[in-house]
């Protein structure tokens, strides 16, 4: 029969496990942080050197945002106004930062992989990257919808609207902003570039167990719904850019379901007992 330690003694020694316990969690702690500010470091560092670099050339890249305006009225019709003093350098720091957060994009990827990659086994890795591809790729299909489809449309439908001068009327001639065109067309490509991300989520929330291909041709009528609802949100108020976005989405929900299904075949079925 083996002597029960003192209760005084016992209550000691579990408190010196339990910060032993304490003290080996630090380590990893610490390093993980040590880790995670690093990896901000590098992010925002390439965003800042890409700011500094698009800053450069901010007029170049307002008028190549402006290629769909120019592209619908002619260039010796095409022009842009400003209304106060510092709006226009206002643009070119915004222009500035939105190319940079394109351009530092496939740096911070990389950053949040590998923050993330040590915690994940072989095959998770292996899983990972197909969606770091196919990220960035669906991002600028969208970008490529808005740029050579969306804009050129609203813009021929915006100036529909103009009126000549006649007996009894004035001149309703379209004069866009600066600022507001950079604002809509900003808009209109995350908005885009967001909306077609849909393949990406419902296939990471499939391999998590979250959803399934019945649960998603179950909810069909109302994704589609749900789908028409945000871009009428997203898009300006008329239903061209409203039809613009949520065909292509709805086609990428259908395409998340084919995707969902390849993903249930190839998951490993469990073992019978």
């Keep these: 029969m083996t002597d029960k330690l003192p209760t005084h003694t016992q209550s000691t020694i ?56 120019v592209s619908v009225v002619g260039v010796e019709h095409a022009r842009a106004i400003y209304t106060h003093l510092l709006e226009k350098f206002f643009v070119d720091i915004k222009v500035a930062m939105f190319g940079a957060a394109f351009l530092s994009f496939p740096v911070v990827a990389v950053q949040i992989y590998k923050f993330v990659a040590p915690g994940l086994y ?14 960035p790729l669906l991002f600028a299909l969208g970008a490529a919808i808005v740029y050579f489809i969306a804009m050129p449309l609203l813009v021929r439908f915006s100036v529909g609207f103009q009126q000549d001068a006649a007996a009894g009327q004035a001149v309703i001639e379209l004069l866009p902003k600066v600022s507001e065109y950079l604002s809509l067309i900003m808009t209109l490509i995350f908005g885009f570039g967001l909306c077609f991300q849909l393949p ?16 998603l041709i179950g909810a069909r009528r109302y994704a589609v719904v749900g789908i028409f609802a945000a871009a009428a949100v997203l898009t300006p108020p008329d239903a061209i850019s409203m039809i613009i976005m949520g065909t292509p989405t709805w086609l990428l929900y259908e395409v998340s379901i084919l995707v969902v299904k390849r993903v249930e075949k190839q998951a490993p079925k469990p073992e019978a007992e």
């Design 122 to 135: 072989k095959n998770e890795r292996a899983a990972f990257r197909p969606y770091l591809i196919a990220t």
């Design 200 to 215: 990406v989520v419902l296939t990471l929330l499939a391999r998590a167990g979250v959803v399934n291909s019945e649960t």
């Design 14 to 69: 579990d408190q010196d496990d339990g910060q032993s316990d304490i003290d080996a969690s630090k380590a990893p702690l610490l390093d993980h942080l040590i880790e995670l500010r690093q990896r901000l470091i590098y992010s925002v560092a390439a965003f800042f050197v890409m700011f500094l670099l698009c800053f450069t050339v901010s007029k170049q890249i307002y008028n190549i945002l402006m290629w769909p305006y």
